[in-house]
T-cell receptor, first 115, second 113 residues
């Protein structure tokens, strides 16, 4: 069964450094998403991406964040200058378009620790 | 705004016990409702869903019924197994152009052999 994959599974970085989290969505899915879960808190929506542009973003997704689909298979989340409060589990998801868009398929997550 | 509230965990049960995890929601209109499960070390997996009032979603022995009158979507299973130990997330998605899924805080379930 096709699945969303994410790399790395864990990342440790120093505050102020840039990180790039990578995702390979399910092929033939057209919508891509990033969510995050700070330890002990809810899973929160960050951004959705369709047709090579941001479709929707939350208040969390400020200028420090960017997303990109650099080729036909990868979908990345970049944090330009990490802060301590960016420490979280980051989930990538993908879905079909149209009526099937409501069902999003999630990857295993990348645990980011900012020191 | 839209939100999901689910019972606090952890929930600890013995194998073959009956499970209920309560979930209520606040939303405008008629959202789609979901239960996701996260097994240890894995990502979020869709367990079941319901898209309109009185729909019943079911999978792997789990069931949940979309109750509009009580704005609830409680998860039930008649006889749990040790392998059901995981974190369960209730979630909703509004219809239309809204892309995001809104999650509850999750309920950790421990099943004892």
């Amino acid at each position: 069964e096709p699945e969303v994959t994410q790399t790395p599974s864990h990342q440790v970085t120093q505050m102020g450094q840039e990180v790039i989290l990578r995702c390979v969505p399910i092929s033939n899915h057209l919508y891509f998403y990033w969510y995050r879960q700070i330890l002990g808190q809810k899973v929160e929506f960050l951004v959705s991406f369709y047709n090579n542009e941001i479709s929707e973003k939350s208040e969390i997704f400020d200028d420090q964040f960017s997303v990109e689909r650099p080729d036909g298979s990868n979908f990345t989340l970049k944090i330009r200058s990490t802060k301590l409060e960016d420490s979280a589990m980051y989930f990538c998801a993908s879905s079909f378009s149209g009526q099937l868009r409501e069902t999003q398929y999630f990857g295993p997550g990348t645990r980011l620790l900012v020191l | 705004g839209n939100s999901v509230t689910q019972m606090e965990g952890p929930v600890t049960l013995s194998e073959e016990a009956f499970l209920t995890i309560n979930c209520t929601y606040t939303a405008t209109g008629y959202p789609s409702l979901f239960w996701y499960v996260q097994y240890p070390g894995e990502g979020l997996q869709l367990l079941l869903k319901a898209t309109k009032a009185d729909d019943k979603g079911s999978n792997k022995g789990f069931e949940a019924t979309y109750r509009k009158e009580t704005t609830s979507f409680h998860l039930e299973k008649g006889s749990v197994q040790v392998s059901d130990s995981a974190v369960y997330f209730c979630a909703l998605k509004s219809r239309g152009r809204d892309d995001k899924i809104i999650f509850g805080k999750g309920t950790r379930l421990h099943i004892l052999p």
